[in-house]
């Protein structure tokens, strides 16, 4: 696909992000008060929702950024400068729609969900997404913003990890994803990878001892989870073996 192809199906993409972004948005507005009310399964039908919602914003304009950061790449090692220069343009707008799309559901978790969470495994959920949407600032972010952004997201996820390890059970999916997303954070974020793996290791472990008090309702969830942290430490620990024999 040429320059202009590429430029052409990544605009066109755009418009649907935009659209979902707006039906993310209204439902933040209008579904905020009701999960203030943390009883009974309507409750976590809606932060589901929530959560899905703006999961499909962010999914699409972190896609749309990691295309444009390697078209860029590659349009400088070729040296083509007008072209650079567009894609540098729309790269910064794709950052400007990342960062309103984190400050919006940072502004409704921090103002409403996590002040109005009283039962674990809602404070477990929104720290988590706290920590989230920091961690994809975190990503594209430079300087003292990107190191804010990386201070922010250890503190969210510690302040869910202190719950989810007091309250939940290891193979609580909630806290499955916690471990998932925390490593993650240390590999891709922080480039500790020995940290990485060994709260992925740690999480899998618990999780796999008590496997056999998992409830019917979580077990597919739980199980997930449980391979990709499993996927992750084979890569993780797969890369640590090939710089070990192969040094910078």
């Not at 439902?27 to 399964?41: F, V, Y």
């Not at 940072?106 to 969900?113: E, F, V």
Request: aromatic share 8%; with cysteine; net charge negative.
């Amino acid at each position: 696909m040429d320059f202009a192809h590429r430029n052409s199906a990544l605009l066109w993409s755009r418009g649907a992000e935009w659209q979902i972004q707006v039906n993310a948005t209204a439902l933040a507005t209008h579904c905020s008060s009701a999960l203030r009310d943390e009883r009974g399964i309507a409750n976590i039908v809606l932060r589901n929702l929530l959560s899905v919602a703006y999961k499909n914003v962010i999914g699409s304009l972190r896609a749309a950024w990691w295309i444009v950061s390697s078209i860029e790449q590659k349009e400088e090692s070729r040296k083509n400068e007008e072209h650079v220069v567009l894609v540098k343009d729309y790269r910064s707008k794709v950052e400007s729609e990342l960062s309103d799309v984190c400050a919006s559901i940072l502004q409704l978790l921090d103002s409403n969900l996590i002040p109005s969470a009283s039962a674990s495994e809602s404070k477990v959920f929104y720290l988590k997404m706290k920590g989230d949407y920091h961690r994809y600032l975190a990503e594209f972010k430079v300087g003292d913003e990107r190191k804010a952004a990386a201070e922010d997201t250890m503190l969210a996820y510690r302040a869910a990890q202190d719950v989810a390890v007091a309250d939940l059970a290891p193979t609580h999916p909630i806290r499955l994803g916690l471990a998932l997303n925390f490593s993650v954070f240390y590999f891709e974020i922080l480039n500790q990878s020995d940290k990485a793996c060994s709260m992925a290791k740690e999480a899998f472990e618990e999780a796999i001892a008590e496997l056999d008090t998992l409830g019917e309702e979580s077990y597919k969830d739980s199980t997930l989870i449980m391979q990709l942290l499993r996927d992750n430490l084979t890569l993780w620990t797969s890369d640590a073996q090939v710089s070990e024999h192969h040094p910078p």
